[in-house]
């Protein structure tokens, strides 16, 4: 039988599942109930002076704003949480630079939403992070069709389906 956690393992534990509601709130389209459930959990996170659970309690507001429309306050959050995340390149960091992408599209500043998701796409790539790789290209793409420069999103949304149908195979051929 496992031993009950300690108690710093115990306010950790409380603030992850704090951000697993928030995002299942989020992906339901309660948008408000995820910043809410969020928002409690970077409350939690800053009384554990635990930086890299504010970075996610910060990028997952910011996330929700960008998905209710609201934009400016989106990239403000998004940005103190990369300010937050360790050097270190991680998955959450890479998505981060994601969320800052599409919050820059939102607004209709194409360039910086490209620039964000090729961030994004250089972490994801460091980390050998297949599925983050395949998504962001999808992202590069989605920006370069905006912007009429077809023959780019063609190359990433090959790269990004190449990828997608390798990893399928490979996971049937586990099965």
Known sequence: MAALPEMGETAVFRTQLHLKVAHFRGQQGQYAQAIAT???????????ADSTLQA????????W????????????????????????????????????????????????????????????EELGDQSGTAVTLGNLGYVSQVQSRYDDARDYLQRALAMAHRSSTKSSRKA
């Open 56 to 63: 996610q309690a910060e990028a997952s507001i910011g996330e």
């Open 38 to 48: 969020a928002e409690a959990a970077l409350a939690l996170a800053e009384a554990q």
């Open 65 to 124: 704003r960008r998905h209710q429309g609201r934009f400016e306050e989106a990239a403000k959050w998004l940005k103190t949480a990369v300010s937050h995340f360790q050097a270190t390149p991680s998955p959450e960091l890479a998505t981060a630079h994601n969320e800052i992408g599409f919050t820059h599209m939102g607004r209709g500043q194409y360039p910086a939403a490209r620039q964000a998701f090729e961030q994004a796409l250089l972490l994801f």
